[in-house]
C-alpha cells in the first residue's frame, strides 16, 4: 500500500507556503517533497528544508539522467522534484504534497493520473498585490513580473480536481485539511488499513 500524492498550487503570493507549513504541523502523516531550485536562497531559508538549492549546471545534469518527477521554468529559475524522494515517502505510506506550479502539475499528472490536485485562489488581484508586497522580499520589478503573470497562472484552474480561496487562513487551512482526510476514507485506501476490522465483521 502507498500513500496519497497530492500537488497544491497558487499564484505567488497567495499564501501557499504558510497554509503548507499550517497542515503539515497539524497531520503527521503529510510529508511535503522539498524540490529543487536554482534561485537563491532567501533570508532564513535553509538548504534540504525549504529547497535543495544547487547550481545550474547540477540542475541540467539531474534532468539529463532523469532525476525529475516534474520541472520547471520559474521567473528565471528552475524548478523540479525528485522522483526518488516522492517514491520513497509514498511507499512508506506517507501522503505527500509536492508544492509546484500549474506546469509541474501538469507534467506529474501525465505521469501519475492518481495525483490529486488543489488550486488555491487569492480573494481578489488587490489582495495578491497587497500580500506580494507585504512580504518585503522582491523589488518592484519582480512583484510587477509575478502579478503579470498571475492571471495567465489563474486561467488554468479548470485542470485541478479542487478549488479552495484564501479569504480566511484558518478556513482555508481547514479546508484542505479536509480534502485530505476525505481522500483517505476512501474505499480502495480503508480496505487496505483496515483489513483486520473487515474480516472481523464479515466472517
Known sequence: MSGQLFCISAPSGTGKSSLVKAILAQDEHLRVAVSHTTRAPRPGEENGREYHFVSQEQF???????????HAQVFDNYYGTSQEQVNRLLAEDLDVILEIDWQGAAQVRHLRPDMISIFIL????????QRLRGRGQDSEQVIAKRLSKS??????YPEFDYLVVNDDFVQCQQQLLSIIASLRLRQDKMSHRQQNLLQQLLS
Open 60 to 70: 541540467v545534469e539531474q534532468i539529463a539522467q532523469g532525476q525529475f518527477l516534474e
Open 122 to 129: 487569492p480573494p481578489s488581484l488587490a489582495a495578491l498585490e
Open 151 to 156: 492571471q495567465d497562472e489563474l486561467s488554468h
